[in-house]
């Protein structure tokens, strides 16, 4: 068993990576700087330094945290076993509850590509992982229902997410929601149809 001297280490870094996430989220990452985060995480900036090699690491920490949680999100469906288009279904359920939740900000990942826009950047490239990441799981479920035309029409539901997500913090969200999921049932709809007049596919 650790001792709690042993666990303080933990402790301050779960805080420093929770200020973090907080502050990011809804100010910025640019915006808001070490000591701002230090401050109010109530550690010193050796504690910091401890646990992270600079603002830059902390910033992938946090977006790997808000993957990790849509991950989690997303095989929670996928393992409820539903038909594929109810899947879709309860994955665009998913979005429009967060769209709908108290601080909504848009998407985290949207946000940090737009604050790094250097292809090279490790965070830039963290964004496009989790996003291909996105892509595949929606195509996945798509080609469950016919495989040609999985990718292309996964392109769109995820052209259609990340519309919901950005106009969702600047209009009504419930309207945004609704358009979000008419959209997703229309995108559906056209597709299984598409199926059905291909059963060979």
């Given at each position: 068993m650790r001792s709690p001297t042993e666990a303080r280490p933990s402790e301050a870094r779960n805080r420093?990576?929770?200020?973090?996430?907080?502050?990011?989220?809804?100010?910025?990452?640019?915006?808001?700087?070490?000591?701002?985060?230090?401050?109010?995480?109530?550690?010193?900036?050796?504690?910091?330094?401890?646990?992270?090699?600079?603002?830059?690491?902390?910033?992938?920490?946090?977006?790997?945290?808000?993957?990790?949680?849509?991950?989690?999100?997303?095989?929670?469906?996928?393992?409820?076993?539903?038909?594929?288009?109810?899947?879709?279904?309860?994955?665009?359920?998913?979005?429009?509850?967060?769209?709908?939740?108290?601080?909504?900000?848009?998407?985290?990942?949207?946000?940090?590509?737009?604050?790094?826009?250097d292809p090279e950047s490790p965070v830039h490239q963290a964004v496009l992982a989790h996003r291909q990441w996105f892509l595949d799981t929606v195509t996945e479920q798509l080609a469950r229902i016919q495989k040609p035309g999985a990718e292309a029409a996964a392109r769109h539901f995820v052209m259609m997410r990340d519309g919901a997500m950005a106009a969702g913090c600047l209009f009504d969200p419930d309207l945004i929601c609704e358009t979000l999921l008419h959209g997703s049932e229309r995108l559906l709809e056209v597709y299984t149809a598409t199926g059905e007049q291909n059963p060979a596919s």
């Amino acid at each position: 068993m650790r001792s709690p001297t042993e666990a303080r280490p933990s402790e301050a870094r779960n805080r420093l990576l929770s200020t973090a996430t907080r502050l990011f989220y809804t100010e910025g990452i640019h915006s808001v700087g070490i000591d701002r985060i230090v401050m109010e995480a109530q550690v010193t900036r050796a504690t910091l330094y401890r646990h992270f090699t600079g603002k830059e690491e902390l910033v992938l920490a946090y977006l790997n945290e808000a993957d990790r949680a849509l991950r989690g999100q997303a095989e929670e469906v996928i393992a409820a076993g539903l038909p594929p288009a109810d899947t879709i279904r309860a994955i665009s359920a998913s979005i429009a509850q967060g769209i709908q939740s108290p601080g909504f900000r848009g998407c985290a990942f949207l946000n940090a590509a737009a604050e790094y826009p250097d292809p090279e950047s490790p965070v830039h490239q963290a964004v496009l992982a989790h996003r291909q990441w996105f892509l595949d799981t929606v195509t996945e479920q798509l080609a469950r229902i016919q495989k040609p035309g999985a990718e292309a029409a996964a392109r769109h539901f995820v052209m259609m997410r990340d519309g919901a997500m950005a106009a969702g913090c600047l209009f009504d969200p419930d309207l945004i929601c609704e358009t979000l999921l008419h959209g997703s049932e229309r995108l559906l709809e056209v597709y299984t149809a598409t199926g059905e007049q291909n059963p060979a596919s």
